[in-house]
């Protein structure tokens, strides 16, 4: 540097420092404004983060899991109660109990249940008789439960027994209802 330099300016001159040190902020107003801003954007990105995962709906597109008809099959009652006086008036027939509860294996011959009608399956079966085959189902039989799994009279599961088995080619009589639920039926 020359000493005209120095002595013009008086004091050696650096230009990275030339002005006043400034920053972005220049009053106080924008110091308060800067500083509330820094506590309240990121509240409100993590709050917007948190909306965006955990609330919405995320169904995919097409689907209608939130349609009333979807809600009412998933909010069903798991069981229910029936409520019906005893005895043959009250009792379903053979075809009513197989269709509530035996066709679910003998419709389809799920288990190696004898498929209903299949004259060759129930052939060996209807020789041993009404009362074997009617025993097999009130205590059940290989893979079948008693009562083939469900909640029937002793007289509703012999109904169902004769129907299978006459679509199967037997030739069994209608059971008798018990005395005691002939007498009610009578008396009324």
């Not at 129930?122 to 008693?146: C, D, H, N, V, Y």
Request: hydrophobic letters at 45%; charged letters at 20%; one cysteine or more.
């Amino acid at each position: 540097m020359s000493d005209a330099h120095v002595e013009a300016h008086g004091a050696p001159h650096d230009s990275a420092h030339d002005g006043p040190h400034e920053g972005p902020i220049k009053t106080p107003k924008q110091l308060v404004v800067t500083v509330v801003a820094s506590f309240l954007v990121p509240i409100v990105v993590i709050i917007m983060l948190i909306n965006f995962v955990a609330f919405g709906n995320k169904e995919a597109a097409g689907t209608d899991a939130l349609a009333p008809e979807a809600v009412a099959a998933r909010i069903l009652p798991v069981g229910s109660v029936e409520v019906r006086a005893a005895g043959a008036a009250s009792a379903r027939t053979g075809e009513q109990v197989f269709q509530g509860q035996c066709s679910a294996c003998h419709a389809s011959g799920a288990l190696g249940a004898p498929k209903f009608g299949d004259e060759a399956a129930w052939g060996p079966r209807i020789k041993t008789g009404f009362e074997a085959l009617w025993q097999s189902a009130l205590k059940g039989k290989g893979s079948m439960p008693p009562q083939g799994g469900g909640d029937a009279s002793d007289y509703e599961i012999a109904r169902a027994v004769v129907y299978m088995a006459n679509k199967g080619g037997a030739k069994f009589d209608e059971p008798k209802p018990p005395a005691d639920a002939a007498s009610g039926a009578a008396s009324q």
